[in-house]
Each structure stands twice: as C-alpha cells, then as structure tokens.
T-cell receptor, first 112, second 110 residues
C-alpha cells in the first residue's frame, strides 16, 4: 500500500493554463506539506497544513492555492501557469510536526 | 537558507562503510540533526535524527560531536541501492518545515 500518493505523476501543459495536483496519505497523519524541487535540484517547502489549517506559506505566489478537504488530502491548484513553474512537486506528511516526514513519489510538471 | 555544509559528492565501494560528514557550526541548543536521502527520481526518505547522543537504527548510525558542530552519517555496509543524494538538515523539533541544502551525492561502486 502506498503511504503518500500523488496524481498525476507527469503533467505537461501550456503556459497560462490552470492545473491541479492531488495528494493523499493513508498513514493517519495530521500534517501535510508541499515541496518544490526545481531544475537545479533545490528542494524547498511551499506549504504546510496541520489538521486542515494552513501553518506555513513560504512566500509562494497567489497563483498557487493549496486545498485540504480533510486530513488525508492536500491538493495543489495552480492558476495561470508560467514557464518557471516547471519542477517536480512533492507532497509529504507527518504526525504532528515533530516526527519524520514521509514523501510522495513526486509530480513532474512541465510548462511549455 | 540551509545551515549545513556537506561535500558535494563522495564515492564508496560496495560492502564498505560509507561515512558522510556534515558541518553545522551555528546549530542552536534546541536544534536536531536530521538526515534524509533522495534516490534518483524518488521522494526524499527519512534516515535518522538526533540531538546530542549518537543514534542507531536499522538504516544507519549518526555520530554527533560533543560540541555538536558537526556530525557523520554512517551506512555500515553500503550497497548499490544506497546510491543517492544525502541531505543533512538542522531543525528545531516541531519546526514544521525542512530546509534542504545541496546535499552529498553518494555513489556506491561495485
């Protein structure tokens, strides 16, 4: 059973489009995260949610809007996609913020 | 910004111990040392963490110097599957976020 899953695995789209990436965890964790890994392989946190409440927003453009319908899901919606949004996006979860984080397999987004 | 310094790359022979160093000279008293690794095209994977005592689990050992300004991750019997980028991170317990640096690209050679 996959602990943290993301869909889709690959996403290719045109500049200006709106797209969503979904994340689900079946670990019973109460905290979920989104990270972005750019072409230079730097991995940076974007958002953190605890019990569906936004805890961290690391100066991410307003075009990015996370949505947590319940504790097991944290989706990422991106409006008006730009070339610079091309990256691999990783979802992660943990039990509270004091435990290790479990990462999903990543979604490779390519904006043309 | 990451508060750690790691060598960009290392090589190790299969079956030998891989020792990955990390400098964190500005670490605060309440900050832990975490290690994660990222195997090619996969999400990062937690390895181990510690505060000041040495730690060991089924994956690795973590040796933290007495002044806590540096640490070493030890993979006792490296296999080809241990080839990955290894990240050393310092973070307050409960900080909610991990700040990744460039990490060390470890290559295990047959």
């Amino acid at each position: 059973d996959t602990a943290v899953s993301q869909t889709p695995k690959y996403l290719v789209t045109q500049m200006g489009n709106d797209k969503s990436i979904k994340c689900e965890q079946n670990l019973g964790h109460d905290t979920m995260y989104w990270y972005k890994q750019d072409s230079k392989k730097f991995l940076k946190i974007m958002f953190s949610y605890n019990n569906k409440e936004l805890i961290i927003n690391e100066t991410v453009p307003n075009r990015f809007s996370p949505k947590s319908p319940d504790k097991a899901h944290l989706n990422l919606h991106i409006n008006s996609l730009e070339l610079g949004d091309s990256a691999v996006y990783f979802c992660a979860s943990s039990q509270g913020s004091q435990r290790e984080q479990f990462f999903g397999p990543g979604t490779r987004l390519t904006v043309l | 910004d990451a508060k750690t310094t790691q060598p960009p790359s290392m090589d190790c022979a299969e079956g030998r111990a891989a020792n990955l160093p990390c400098n964190h000279s500005t670490i605060s008293g309440n900050e832990y040392v975490y290690w994660y690794r990222q195997i090619h095209s996969q999400g990062p994977q937690y390895i181990i963490h510690g505060l000041k005592n040495n730690e060991t689990n089924e994956m690795a050992s973590l040796i933290i110097t007495e002044d806590r300004k540096s640490s070493t991750l030890i993979l006792p019997h490296a296999t080809l599957r241990d080839t990955a980028v290894y990240y050393c991170i310092v973070s307050v317990l409960g900080a909610q976020k991990l700040v990744f640096g460039q990490g060390t690209r470890l290559t295990i050679n047959p």
